[in-house]
């Protein structure tokens, strides 16, 4: 299998690479031209020099294990801010991250595949970075996040690596597996995220102010998962009907 030296796109490539998807959009069956990946004008090298090769990612947590294979070399911070390099990896893998179903390529926007390290709505929206970025912050309870199909932004990675004060959290991973994962069922709990409808224990409305909550008046940094497990009351004791207790609001049935 042929390696290639990873590049990254300057601000002409981002530009063009931004060009290409709307073009996909409106012509769902086309490609991509893959030169641009070596494209003196659009490109530049990375220092230290990495090679990487087609790989087949099924899950983020395959991707978030290759890339901190390749950039091991790289220190953290210009990982973090390096739009052009997650940009590049994004055409170099777009076969992957937005596969085609009957020849046809649904195009998500553009901060799925375009890297916006600046941007507080949208960093943490890239496929490829938020994979390798969950499993930096995360290296173990994370099967909540990166168990997941590469191609897809899950509900999971959006409302806890946007949410830095959670991140910080020593035990907050283990509280969130603990918490949110079903070992019966082997996936998630189900309507723990959702959006539409606040329900008792739901991570997306409900346990960000619960923790809001407890930093007042605790330190949060220093407890361990079961003592934050505690503290954050009967609202998060899921029973084994899970349903059941999503269905539950604040006391009424």
Not at 195 to 216: D, M, W, Y
Request: with cysteine; aromatic share 12%.
């Amino acid at each position: 299998m042929s390696k290639t030296p990873v590049r990254r796109f300057n601000a002409d490539g981002i530009e063009a690479f931004r060009r290409e998807l709307a073009e996909c959009r409106t012509a769902p069956t086309r490609d991509i031209p893959l030169e641009m990946l070596n494209d003196p004008k659009l490109t530049e090298s990375v220092l230290p020099a990495v090679e990487i090769e087609p790989r087949g990612f099924k899950t983020k947590e395959d991707a978030a294990v290759y890339f901190h294979e390749i950039f091991a070399g790289i220190p953290k911070q210009p990982l973090l801010e390096d739009a052009g390099l997650w940009t590049w990896l994004s055409l170099y893998y777009f076969d992957i991250v937005c596969p085609k179903q009957s020849g046809i390529r649904k195009v998500r926007n553009d901060y799925t595949y375009v890297y916006e390290a600046k941007s507080i709505r949208h960093f943490y929206r890239h496929l490829l970075f938020v994979s390798w970025r969950t499993l930096d912050i995360a290296p173990t309870h994370n099967r909540l996040l990166l168990s997941t199909k590469i191609s897809s932004l899950d509900k999971f990675s959006t409302d806890v690596i946007k949410r830095l004060y959670l991140t910080r959290i020593p035990c907050f991973f283990e509280v969130l597996d603990r918490l949110y994962w079903d070992e019966k069922r082997g996936r998630s709990r189900p309507g723990v995220t959702n959006f539409s409808k606040v329900t008792a224990g739901n991570l997306a409305h409900r346990l960000p102010i619960r923790i809001r909550q407890l930093e007042k008046t605790y330190d949060l940094h220093s407890l361990t998962a079961d003592q934050l497990l505690l503290l954050l009351g009967e609202e998060f004791q899921f029973d084994a009907d899970t349903t059941m207790q999503l269905k539950l609001s604040f006391g009424q049935e």
